[in-house]
């Protein structure tokens, strides 16, 4: 086994296992983790399966179920264990997804609250990270080509009502001026994703768990809106985005049968 541990704003330590070890900041860039590509060319210099657009091109595509193991056989398991917060975690799942690498297995220590973390039920400890077993998750994305770590908000840019409407696969999930933003999860199986309505209630706003919708992809039109994955917003305001789970599964280090 390959260890890679990537300290994204964090001070790195000795670590008991044997790992390369990588000082990042705390939310890395595209550029700095170009590192990854030369790892997976190493390990797997040739992928016999086939490439997402082979995948897409296919005419009896499959609807995507449990979540599966990597179907990729490298020359020796890489695992890329992860220091930092949600948002770091989610440019290092990005980087993966970009390189078609999610056949590398991610580990998370996360470095203060983590909703990826709450999610997959980690307990944060280097055993866990270097010595737990891989059990596969969907991966969600959006338009923009951004992985979703822990969590995805949609809000009006200027703040208040959105002037829009969102979508979780067949079923609405709010209406023009009915909320003042959604907030979108990553689910541990199929379908993919589960996402909740947010609405201000006097000075207050409150998710509204029985607007509750699951399925494999959101999509939302509207007016002004501002997106944000793990925390990090879009730079300019979108009128419409969409969300939804990649062809291909994460291989997270996590509990699980």
């Known amino acids: 086994m390959q260890f890679l541990a990537l300290f994204c704003g964090v001070a790195p330590a000795p670590l008991p296992y044997p790992a390369e070890s990588h000082e990042l900041p705390e939310?890395?860039?595209?550029?700095?983790?170009?590192?990854l590509d030369d790892v997976a060319k190493q390990f797997l210099p040739n992928d016999p399966t086939p490439s997402l657009d082979e995948i897409q091109r296919q005419p009896d595509v499959k609807p995507q179920g449990a979540p599966e193991r990597a179907p990729q056989h490298p020359s020796e398991p890489v695992?890329?264990?992860v220091f930092g917060t949600d948002a770091a975690l989610s440019a290092v799942l990005t980087r993966l997804m970009r390189i078609d690498a999610l056949w590398i297995e991610i580990a998370f220590c996360p470095n203060g609250d983590s909703v990826a973390a709450q999610n997959w039920q980690l307990d944060g400890t280097l055993s866990e990270a270097f010595?737990?077993?891989v059990h596969p998750v969907p991966l969600i994305r959006d338009d923009a080509g951004i992985a979703v770590a822990g969590s995805a908000a949609i809000t009006a840019w200027e703040g208040g009502p959105i002037t829009g409407e969102a979508i979780v696969d067949d079923a609405t999930l709010?209406?023009?001026?009915?909320a003042v933003g959604a907030q979108l999860i990553p689910t541990t199986n199929a379908p993919g994703l589960a996402a909740v309505r947010i609405e201000k209630k006097l000075f207050r706003t409150r998710t509204v768990q029985e607007s509750l919708r699951v399925g494999r992809a959101l999509q939302v039109g509207g007016i002004q809106l501002r997106i944000e994955v793990d925390g990090v917003s879009r730079k300019r305001a979108v009128d419409k985005a969409t969300?939804?789970?990649?062809l291909r599964d994460l291989q997270v280090v996590r509990p699980g049968k």
């Open 27 to 35: 939310v890395p860039s595209q550029r700095e983790l170009k590192f």
């Open 79 to 81: 695992r890329v264990v």
């Open 131 to 133: 010595e737990g077993a």
């Open 174 to 178: 709010f209406s023009p001026g009915q």
């Open 243 to 246: 969300f939804y789970r990649h």
